[in-house]
C-alpha cells in the first residue's frame, strides 16, 4: 500500500490542476490561481514521500511529470490568456491574437519536462526554468493584480510586455541556463550564498513594497540565476586560463 501513497499525492496534483482549469473557464482565476500553489505543495510532497518510504519508480517520475503538464503547463496558459485578454483596450482589433499567444506554454512545458527526465544533471540545481516557477509567475501576476491594482497596471499592465513574458519564459523553460535550486541541503553559506542572496532581497522586496512584490519575485529568480552562471563561467575560465600558462 505505501508504494501508492507518492502516486496518489502526485494524482491530486493534477487533480487540483483540471480543478483550475474549469475554475478559469467560469472566472474564478484568483481561486484557480490559490489551487495551483496547492498543486505545488502536492508536487513537493510526492517526491518528499517517496524519497521518506523509498518507493521511487520509473513510473512515479513519469506520472509526476504527467500532472505537471496539467498544473504547471495548461492552467498558467489560461491564468496569462486571461491577464492579456483583460489587459488590452476594447477597441483593440489589431492586437486580439496576443491573449491567445499563451498557446505555446503547454508545449514548452511538456519539452522541458521531458529532457528534465532524461537529464542526469538536474539533480539538486536545474537547467532552465522549472515548469512550478514559471507558473508561480503567472500566479503571482495574479495576486498582484487583485491586491495592489493600481501598481500592478503601471508596472504589469501592458499586454505587449505579458504577451513577451509568455514568450521569454517559454524559451527559459527549455533553455540551458543554470539555476540554483530552492531546496536547502546544507546551511553554510559557500555552497548556497545564492539562494540566501535571494531570500534576503525577497523578503526586502516583500516588506519594503508588500504585495507589488510577489510580482517580481519570480524575474529576481531569473536574474540572480543568471548572475550566478555568468560568475561561475568567470571561474572557470580563470581556472582554464591559469591551467595553460602551467
Known sequence: MKKHLPNL???????????????????????????????????FLDGLLARLLRVTSAMGK???????????????????????RDALPAD??????????????????????????????????????????HALFWVSLLFARHHAPCLYDATW???????????????????GLPMFSLKIVSFAWASNRWLYSYLILALLALLVF?????????????????????????GCNRQSRGGERR
Open 9 to 43: 499525492v502526485t494524482c491530486l496534483n493534477a487533480t487540483c490542476g483540471a480543478a483550475a482549469i474549469f475554475l478559469v473557464l467560469h472566472e474564478r482565476v484568483l481561486l484557480a490561481a490559490a489551487l495551483v500553489l496547492l498543486a505545488m505543495l502536492f508536487d
Open 62 to 84: 513519469e506520472l509526476d511529470s504527467l500532472a505537471d503538464v496539467v498544473s504547471f503547463g495548461v492552467v498558467p496558459a489560461l491564468l496569462a490568456h486571461v491577464l492579456i
Open 92 to 133: 483593440a482589433r489589431w492586437t486580439s491574437v496576443l491573449p491567445y499567444l499563451p498557446v505555446i506554454i503547454p508545449a514548452f512545458s511538456a519539452y522541458r519536462l521531458a529532457v528534465f527526465n532524461l537529464d542526469t544533471r538536474q539533480d539538486h540545481s536545474f537547467r532552465g526554468m522549472p515548469t512550478p516557477a
Open 157 to 175: 499592465g501592458n499586454p505587449w510586455l505579458l504577451a513577451a513574458c509568455v514568450l521569454f519564459f517559454s524559451v527559459l523553460l527549455i533553455s
Open 210 to 234: 508588500r504585495a507589488i512584490a510577489v510580482s517580481f519575485l519570480v524575474p529576481l529568480y531569473v536574474l540572480l540565476a543568471a548572475a550566478a552562471a555568468l560568475v561561475k563561467g568567470r
